[in-house]
């Protein structure tokens, strides 16, 4: 059984399917850790902690989290190991992904990506100045007739 720490808060929660062992689990993603979990008994559901990572031990390079997700299936890559799982669905498997990176840097997708639309923005501006420049030579020369 784990409990919340202080200022620790949910972020996420899913049903997975935990590759290390094969079993069928939930994953609690906080803004601490993350926790894989079972529930085990027939009558009395009693959950029990199979894993349970701190987010200071998922590796980061480059400000890059070490997380992908190939469909359902999540890799995540810690300082001791790698571990797998398998969400329930594309969508669930990317919003847990989001969930981890979001919790390990501080900063959420668009935050992350800002830099990445300024320059993209910066390009299409570029683009837009030398459309300019360009399209009234191109129209000229195209609207020579041959003799």
């Keep these: 059984m784990w409990y919340l720490e202080d200022k620790e808060t949910i972020l996420i929660e899913d049903e997975i399917l935990y590759t290390k062992k094969n ?32 987010l200071t031990d998922v590796k980061t390079y480059n400000d890059s989290v070490k997380i992908k997700n190939d469909k359902e299936t999540v890799y995540l890559q810690t300082i001791t190991r790698n571990i797998s799982f398998t969400c329930s669905s594309v969508k669930n498997a990317k919003k847990v992904c989001e969930k981890i990176i979001t919790a390990r840097t501080g900063k959420n997708f668009y935050i992350r990506n800002k830099a990445k639309l300024k320059k993209g923005i910066k390009i299409a501006k570029e683009a837009k100045e030398i459309i300019y420049i360009v399209a009234p030579i191109v129209i000229g020369f195209l609207g020579k007739k041959k003799k």
Aim: net charge positive; glycine share 4%; proline share 3%.
């Design 23 to 54: 079993i069928k689990s939930n994953i609690v993603v906080t803004n601490k850790k993350i926790v894989i979990e079972k529930e085990s008994g027939i009558f009395r559901k009693k959950k029990s902690v199979v894993d349970l990572i701190p």
